[in-house]
């Protein structure tokens, strides 16, 4: 059996305290959106009615 050890290790105290980086704690929230959901939106200018009725005259143009 090995000899009793009156000696304990000291605590390893960090430089930095705790609080240093928990006092402006920022949380963001992802959103999640499909492959489907992003093709909807880059293709809803197409079924606008302002967007529609501007190719009309510029059709119109291009014929005259």
Do not use: C, G
């Not at 304990?8 to 959103?31: A, G």
């Not at 499909?34 to 009309?56: G, I, M, P, Q």
């Amino acid at each position: 059996m090995s000899p009793f050890w009156p000696f304990k290790k000291k605590p390893r105290k960090s430089p930095l305290r705790k609080n240093d980086y928990t006092e402006n704690i920022v949380e963001y929230e992802r959103n999640i959106t499909s492959k489907k959901d992003s093709k909807n939106k880059e293709n809803s200018h197409l079924k606008n009615k302002k967007f529609l009725d501007a190719l009309k005259v510029i059709d119109q143009e291009s014929k005259n």
